[in-house]
């Protein structure tokens, strides 16, 4: 059974950071790629990144520079470090699985691809 938890969320002053991890279980992570994304109530989910061991990791233009994927395929951890955090970063950040394909993590990012699993989310809340 493939289960994804997404932690670390919080509330930090705009320009701090958070780290959000990411538990993973029920799949390898040579076949399978792990993206972020976030949602704000209301409004259409954005992807945020994506990893995966054939491609390597992709940003939305909106934290490229400032948010940076990671994993650690034997803890099966991914992580999401993000700094020069902004009011407009907050929203519930949710992590997701999708089987390796081959493509650009582009089509994650920008929503093109759906993701085959994804699990609870985190709340990141950046006060101004």
């Known amino acids: 059974e493939v289960q994804l938890q997404a932690s670390g969320g919080g509330l930090v002053q705009a320009g701090g950071s958070l780290r959000l991890s990411c538990a993973a279980s029920g799949f390898s992570f040579d076949d399978y790629g792990v993206g972020w994304f976030r949602q704000v109530p209301g409004k259409e989910r954005e992807g945020v990144s994506y990893i995966s061991s054939s491609y390597g990791s992709t940003y939305a233009d909106s934290v490229k520079g400032r948010f940076t994927i990671s994993s650690d395929s034997a803890k099966k951890m991914v992580y999401l470090q993000m700094h020069s955090l902004k009011p407009e970063d907050t929203a519930v950040y949710y992590c997701?699985?999708?089987?390796?394909?081959?493509?650009?993590?582009?089509?994650?990012?920008?929503?093109?691809?759906?993701?085959?699993?994804w699990g609870q989310g985190t709340l990141v809340t950046v006060s101004s």
């Open positions: 997701a699985a999708a089987r390796d394909r081959y493509y650009s993590g582009s089509y994650y990012v920008e929503g093109i691809f759906e993701y085959d699993y």
